[in-house]
């Protein structure tokens, strides 16, 4: 069974840093762009970042710019997110996606981890 597996996530106070990672199993996503998407409770699945499958392009949401940053482990197969400077709003399960391009509409992706939660306490 293909699967993306997310972890990194954890209870951080606010101004904290995490690191999400995320992992296929099953199957390689090394020529896949792969994108990182957030869910609140009561709130839409919103977009975060994205980086192509090669790493020159990235995207991040603009609310979210500055503070981090997306990147893929030398194997290109293992994406990373960033994140600084952390607030109580940042706080939900992020989930990390793979698709054939970079985009921000989640419709684009084709596979999804089961997510990983990031609780920001204030």
């Known amino acids: 069974q293909v699967q993306l597996v997310e972890s990194g996530g954890g209870l951080v106070q606010a101004g904290g840093s995490l690191r999400l990672s995320c992992a296929p199993s099953g199957r390689t996503f090394s020529s896949y762009a792969m994108g990182w998407f957030r869910q609140a409770p009561g709130k839409e699945r919103e977009f975060v970042a994205a980086?192509?499958?090669?790493?020159?392009?990235?995207r991040y949401a603009d609310s979210l710019k500055g503070r981090l940053t997306i990147s893929r482990g030398n194997a290109k197969n293992t994406v990373y997110l960033q994140m600084n400077s952390l607030k109580p709003e940042d706080t939900a399960v992020y989930y990390c996606?793979?698709?054939?391009?970079?985009?921000?509409?989640?419709?684009?992706?084709?596979?999804w981890g089961q997510g990983t939660q990031v609780t920001v306490s204030s």
């Open positions: 996606a793979a698709g054939p391009v970079p985009r921000t509409d989640p419709l684009r992706y084709d596979y």
């Open positions: 980086i192509s499958w090669a790493g020159g392009e990235t």
